[in-house]
């Protein structure tokens, strides 16, 4: 159980920061084509920064505890032979094998019903708590999307946007990796696909800049 849950705060680290580092990344190359200052795109960046981590862990809270209340009330259903037979269907076992099970499993306890169907479904049974996933989700949020902005306070006008897509780039290759770590896949195509997604959200912020 400890294992699921430290995988699930795991996806949400790595979403967090792959949302935070596209939006930020499209947003300053955006500005950076019609502002001539930096002073304006790191207001801008920061403010849109707090906006949407606030915005996701709002988002992931109220989620979380939506799909915690709905657990808990599926779990109250399982009382009977009939309930657990019709769990069992739910989750694909076939309905000869899920009365044939049923049958011994009315007389386990709730918790031991829990774990039983857990096993037999492939359901997660790790409920986590919405404030730590909100937490979590924000602040990732927040961490990958100073990582764009970081070059409007270092480098000058023109160098900025260069370094800021190298360094969203850089971090987007980690991340891919990462993922493809605990997903087991394979880490060239992972890396590659993240970076790819980067590029095209770089692009789609310089050309929207030009349009504007």
Do not use: C, W
Not at 135 to 159: K, M, N, T
């Amino acid at each position: 159980m400890a294992k699921n849950k430290f995988l699930s705060q795991t996806r949400q680290i790595i979403f967090g920061m792959q949302d935070g580092l596209i939006s930020i990344l499209v947003l300053t190359t955006t500005l950076s084509s019609v502002s001539e200052t930096n002073y304006l795109i790191v207001v801008a960046a920061i403010s849109a920064t707090l906006g949407g981590a606030v915005s996701m862990a709002a988002g992931m809270y109220l989620g979380s505890k939506s799909q915690q209340e709905i657990n808990v009330r599926q779990e109250s259903k399982i009382q009977n032979q009939k309930d657990i037979e019709k769990t069992l269907e739910n989750g694909g076992i076939s309905q000869k094998d899920a009365n044939l099970i049923s049958k011994d499993m009315k007389y386990y306890d709730k918790n031991s019903q829990k774990f039983l169907l857990s096993r037999l479904t492939g359901e997660n049974v790790t409920i986590s708590s919405p404030i730590e996933d909100s937490l979590f989700i924000g602040s990732s949020f927040i961490l990958g999307a100073i990582i764009p902005i970081i070059p409007y306070f270092i480098f000058a006008r023109g160098e900025d946007i260069v370094f800021s897509i190298i360094l969203t780039a850089i971090t987007l290759i980690f991340i891919g990796i990462t993922k493809a770590k605990f997903a087991g896949k394979s880490k060239i195509h992972s890396a590659f696909e993240m970076l790819i997604i980067g590029a095209l959200s770089g692009a789609l912020g310089f050309i929207l800049g030009k349009i504007i």
